[in-house]
């Protein structure tokens, strides 16, 4: 069997060098891809005028690997990244015009997973995660030049925004399909949970900056990725 992931192929012949160089090890290594959907829309003043941002939907790809701790319980230690870039929009102007600020989430996460009974007839184990996460939210340098020469909201220009670090928590939760005595294929849906980013930016104005984004809240980044599961030890 040959697991193909963005150009790197991974044979049967390899994962058995893998077993190899840890023989004693328990554990299951994964590689998951899909998309996400961010839910943090904010509306806010910034020079009498009614500003809105929102996030766009986005790719992900998480790796990780879990530990198990008997037959229910097992941690997983994972790691996941992907686009959700940032709109924002002035309201009172005729027509709109939505500014796009690229950003990149991160986000390392340790998590319990509560596993099922397999349901036998048809090979499938749902399980359910609740775990730590830190999370990151970084505009890319395309998006901080562009702040700094076009501005933020009402301010036209040298307004410098940064990467957001945030800790938070996951939960979710999905079903394993085993398809051979190694691989399972694995659908994951889970939530990072931490608070509003806002890159930067005061919430009231400063002498530092004349830029503002008060905005407070919860950003919910729901991810729904799919992917393959291979257990490295004994059977």
């Known amino acids: ?8 192929s991974i044979g049967a012949g390899q994962c058995r060098d893998f077993r190899d160089l840890l023989p004693g090890a328990q554990l299951d290594i994964f ?3 899909g998309g996400s959907t961010l839910v943090d829309a904010q509306d806010w003043l910034s020079a009498g ?3 809105h941002s929102r996030f766009a939907p986005g790719t992900k790809f998480m790796i990780g690997a879990d530990v198990p701790y008997g037959k229910v319980i097992s941690i997983e230690t994972s790691f996941t990244m992907g686009p959700n870039n940032m709109i924002v ?3 009172d ?3 709109r015009q939505e500014i796009l600020y690229r950003t990149r989430f991160y986000s390392g996460s340790a ?3 509560v596993h099922a009974p397999v349901v036998r007839r048809f090979h499938f184990q749902p399980y359910a995660e609740l775990g730590m996460a830190y999370d990151r939210y970084s505009p890319t340098d395309q998006a901080v030049s562009y702040a700094y020469n076009h501005g933020f909201a009402a301010v036209a220009t040298q307004v410098d925004i940064n990467h957001n670090d945030k800790f938070g928590f996951t939960v979710g939760g999905g079903l394993d399909h085993k398809i051979s005595k190694r691989w399972k294929f694995r659908i994951d849906l889970r939530d990072h949970i931490c608070g509003s980013p806002a890159f930067g930016l005061p919430y009231v104005s400063t002498t530092d900056s004349a830029a503002t984004y008060p905005v407070r809240g919860r950003a919910n980044n729901i991810e729904y990725t799919a992917g393959f599961i291979y257990h490295l030890g004994k059977l």
């Open 1 to 8: 069997m040959v697991l193909s992931v963005g150009g790197l």
């Open 31 to 33: 590689g998951l891809a």
């Open 49 to 51: 005028n009614l500003f």
């Open 89 to 91: 929009t002035n309201t």
């Open 93 to 95: 102007q005729n027509p």
């Open 111 to 113: 998590s319990v997973l």
